[in-house]
C-alpha cells in the first residue's frame, strides 16, 4: 500500500462527529481525507481559509480466493443463459445449462452437487447403458434432471433418488406428466433399493405358452434363446463421496440390475478397473469391483461439463455385475472373504507374509506361498482378484483340517466320565493353583509359628506368679 499527502483547499465540511478510525478507514481503502488541526479551524476566516492536507491511500486490489472467483464466474455465467434463447436443443426444448438456470438452486457442495450440463456426455451415459423402450432405470442424484430427460426419451422407467428436498420438489413439479418417472426424497443409502427393484429379474419366455418358473427350470443358463435379461439398470451423476457405499451395495445385486453407468472421479475410476499385479494403486476395493462384476471404461469428462466445476477431473465407468451364480467359490461368506482381504491390506509396505500372521500362523502361510507358486516377498498388491479366492479357501480349509484334529486329539485325550479320584487327583495343576497353594502353605506355617510363641509367653509369665 501506497501512501501520498498533498496541501490543497478546504473541501466541504465534513459531517460533525465523524471519528479518525473512520477517516483512516476511508483513506486505507482509496479515498481522501481532508485534514485541519483545530485551533487552525476554530481561527478561520472567509479572507484567510487555511490549507488543508490531502491524504490519498492507494492499494492493489483484493485477490479473490479460487471459490468466490467460480462463484463470480457460475453467478455471470447464469446471468447470460437467462437473456435470449440461445443454447436450446434441436427439437426445441431447453439445454442442460438453461435446466440448471432455471431451477434456480445453489448446488449444496456438502452433498457432492455438480449439475451435468455437457450434453454429448449425457447421450453417452444413455447409449452406454444401451437404454430401451421399457427397461427400468435406477437413478441416483437426478438434480436438475438433465439426465432424467433423456432417460425419458429412450422410453425407460425411472426411480429417480433425490436427498434434497427442494430438488426432488422442483422434479416432481417438472415432470408431473410424466407416469414412467417416480421421484423418492431419501438418503439412497438408507434407502431400500432391493425392495423397491424385487421384481427386477432374469425372465424367460416360450413360445408354446409354459409358464416362467417351467421354462426357468429347463434353461441352464443366459446362452439359452428363451432367456430375456430383464434386470433392471443403473445411470446416474453420483456424489463422489459416497461412490464406494454405493457400489458396495449395488454391485452384489447381480440379480437385479445387469448393467451400471456412473460418473466417477477419474483417479478412483483408473485404480478400480486396473486388475494388474503388482500395481501400486491396487486395493482391497479393487478386488470387490472385480468379484463382483466387469468394470470397463467409457469416457473422460472435463470440469468444465459440469456446474459448478469440481476441482478434479472425471469420466464414465461402466459396471457389468455377475450373477451370484458366475462367483468364484469361496470356503466360507463373502464377508469372511472381503475381512481377510482387508487384514491381507493392512500395511501395504509390509510383506504380504507379515500382514497374514494376524491370520494363520506360520506353517500355514509357507504351505499357501507354495500353493499359489510366489516368492516369500510377494506383497499385497501383486495378487490378483483370483489369487486371493485361491488364498482365502487353502487358509480356510488348512484351518479347519487343524481344527479337527486338533478337536479328535482332546476327545482322544479326555478322561472317561465317572467317579474316578485317582485320575482327577492325576492331573497336573496349573500354575495358577501352584502359586495360591504355596500362599496358602506360607500362611498356615505364619500362624503355627505365632501360635507356638504365644504359648510359650503365657507359660514364662505362669512361672513368677507360681513362686510367689
Known amino acids: 500500500m501506497s501512501l501520498s499527502a498533498a496541501w490543497s483547499g478546504v473541501p466541504p465540511r465534513a459531517r460533525p462527529g465523524r471519528s479518525l478510525a473512520s477517516r483512516g478507514s476511508s ?92 450434453h454429448s456426455v449425457i447421450l453417452d451415459a444413455v447409449a452406454a447403458a444401451d437404454v430401451k423402450r421399457g427397461d427400468r432405470i435406477l437413478e441416483i442424484g437426478p438434480g436438475t434432471g438433465n439426465l432424467t430427460v433423456e432417460l425419458l426419451r429412450a422410453g425407460a422407467t425411472i426411480d429417480a433418488v433425490e436427498k434434497d428436498r427442494s430438488l426432488a420438489d422442483k422434479l416432481e413439479e417438472q415432470f408431473s406428466n410424466e407416469d414412467a418417472l417416480t421421484v423418492h426424497q431419501a438418503d439412497f443409502l438408507k434407502w431400500d433399493v432391493s425392495g423397491a427393484f424385487r421384481d427386477a429379474s432374469p425372465d424367460f419366455r416360450d413360445s408354446e405358452g409354459d409358464s416362467a418358473a417351467d421354462t ?10 428363451r432367456f430375456v435379461d430383464s434386470r433392471a439398470k443403473v445411470v446416474a451423476n453420483i456424489p463422489y463421496n459416497i461412490t464406494t457405499d454405493i457400489l458396495k451395495t449395488l454391485l452384489p445385486m447381480g440379480d437385479t440390475f445387469g448393467n451400471m453407468v456412473f460418473m466417477f472421479q477419474e483417479e478412483v475410476a483408473r485404480r478400480l478397473i486396473k486388475d494388474e499385479a503388482g500395481n501400486s494403486d491396487y486395493r482391497p476395493m479393487s478386488v470387490r469391483v472385480h468379484y463382483y462384476s466387469t468394470p470397463y471404461y467409457i469416457r473422460p469428462v472435463t470440469a468444465a461439463c459440469f456446474d459448478p466445476p469440481p476441482n478434479v477431473e472425471s469420466c464414465l465407468v461402466g459396471f457389468r455385475p455377475r450373477r451370484p451364480a458366475e462367483y468364484l467359490p469361496l470356503n466360507g461368506t463373502e464377508r469372511q472373504f472381503f475381512a481377510f482381504v482387508q487384514a491381507c491390506f493392512a500395511q ?92 496358602v502353605q506360607r500362611a498356615t506355617s505364619r500362624l503355627l509359628a505365632q501360635a507356638v510363641e504365644g504359648k510359650g509367653g503365657a507359660a514364662a509369665e505362669r512361672q513368677p506368679s507360681s513362686r510367689s
Open 27 to 118: 483513506a486505507a481503502t482509496g479515498g481522501r481525507v481532508a485534514w485541519r488541526h483545530p485551533k487552525a479551524a476554530a481561527a478561520a476566516s472567509p479572507r484567510c481559509r487555511p490549507s488543508a492536507l490531502e491524504v490519498v491511500c492507494a492499494r492493489k486490489p483484493m485477490r479473490l480466493s479460487n471459490n468466490k472467483k467460480k462463484a463470480k464466474q457460475e453467478a455471470a455465467k447464469r446471468g447470460k443463459g437467462k437473456t435470449g434463447g440461445a443454447g436450446r436443443d434441436d427439437d426445441g426444448s431447453m439445454s442442460p445449462q438453461q435446466r440448471v438456470d432455471a431451477a434456480n438452486h445453489s448446488a449444496r457442495r456438502w452433498l457432492g452437487q455438480h449439475f451435468l450440463i455437457d
Open 216 to 225: 426357468r427350470a429347463d434353461a441352464a443358463d443366459a446362452a439359452d434363446p
Open 348 to 439: 501395504k509396505r509390509k510383506m504380504l507374509k507379515n500382514n497374514l500372521k494376524a491370520v494363520c500362523d506360520e506353517e500355514t502361510i509357507a504351505a499357501a506361498y507354495e500353493a499359489l507358486g510366489k516368492p516369500e516377498k510377494t506383497r499385497a498388491q501383486e495378487l490378483t482378484m483370483p489369487e486371493y479366492v485361491r488364498l482365502f479357501n487353502f487358509v480356510r480349509d488348512r484351518g479347519q483340517a487343524r481344527a479337527e484334529a486338533l478337536a479328535a486329539g482332546q476327545n482322544a485325550r479326555a478322561a472317561p466320565a465317572g467317579d474316578d479320584e485317582e485320575s482327577e487327583n492325576s492331573r497336573k495343576p496349573t500354575k495358577k493353583q501352584r502359586e495360591t497353594s504355596r500362599k
